[in-house]
């Protein structure tokens, strides 16, 4: 008897466990980004650094003389349009981020009016 009690718990306890996985899994997932995008967002914040880091080098040299002016203008609007598409790129990463989050939460009733209660 008590042999055939235990059995039944252990077949109830294995049954709650595979209800209950999916849910943890769905709430995991929901938690953190996809690599993919994680990775994506670290590699453009790297290009951007990269890219300021350049146009700072570049404003330098140019103001010590070791790049001309034709030179700088040419370099200066070629960097200076990759770091702005970068920064879109980031945006627009941002943003699907925000809208992905908003798109999961409940929103709130809003503040009750104090005094009376109802």
């Known amino acids: 008897m008590i042999a055939g009690t235990w059995i039944a718990l252990a077949l109830a306890a294995v049954a709650a466990l595979l209800v209950a996985a999916p849910l943890w899994r769905a709430r995991g997932a929901t938690r953190r980004p996809p690599v993919e995008e994680l990775d994506e967002a670290r590699e453009l914040q790297s290009q951007q650094e990269m890219l300021l ?66």
């Not at 570049?58 to 030179?71: F, N, P, Q, R, Y």
């Not at 943003?95 to 009750?112: K, L, M």
């Open 53 to 118: 880091s350049s146009l700072r080098d570049l404003e330098d040299d140019h103001a010590t003389d070791k790049v001309g002016e034709d030179d700088y203008r040419v370099l200066h609007a070629k960097l200076s349009a990759e770091a702005i598409a970068v920064m879109r790129r980031l945006d627009a990463a941002e943003q699907r981020r925000e809208a992905e989050v908003a798109s999961r939460t409940v929103p709130h009733p809003g503040p009750r009016p104090l005094g009376r209660s109802q």
